[in-house]
């Protein structure tokens, strides 16, 4: 069982920055491909960004390209996103997810969940 618990959210003004991470319980977490989604209220979850176990591949929803990256450190059993060029429209709830080896842009296809971290960007 992997547990991820993500951190670094917060209130922002428009235009600002904030990193979120996520660190993984699995002691066998560079075997695992991550992602990041979010859920703004009323809205259903949606992709965000994707790194594949090693980090040498990534994935990025339209919305977010040029102003959002991702990364990982598998020393650290963490991945981060960076999120620049913030905008009200980024305002949610952040979470990421883990599943074996090949990363995904679909919700479906991960197995374990954080609980999320708030993100909201003031205009």
């Known amino acids: 069982q992997v547990q991820l618990v993500e951190s670094g959210g917060g209130l922002v003004q428009a235009g600002g920055s904030l990193r979120l991470s996520c660190v993984a319980s699995e002691r066998t977490f560079d075997r695992y491909a991550m992602g990041w989604f979010r859920q703004a209220p009323g809205k259903e979850r949606q992709f965000v960004a994707a790194?594949?176990?090693?980090?040498?591949?990534?994935d990025y929803a339209d919305s977010v390209k040029g102003r959002f990256t991702i990364s990982r450190d598998n020393a650290k059993n963490t991945v981060y996103l960076q999120m620049n060029s913030l905008k009200p429209e980024d305002t949610a709830i952040y979470y990421c997810a883990a599943r074996k080896f090949i990363y995904s842009n679909y919700e479906a296809a991960y197995n374990y969940w954080g609980q999320g971290t708030q993100v909201t960007v003031s205009s």
């Open positions: 790194i594949s176990w090693s980090g040498d591949s990534t």
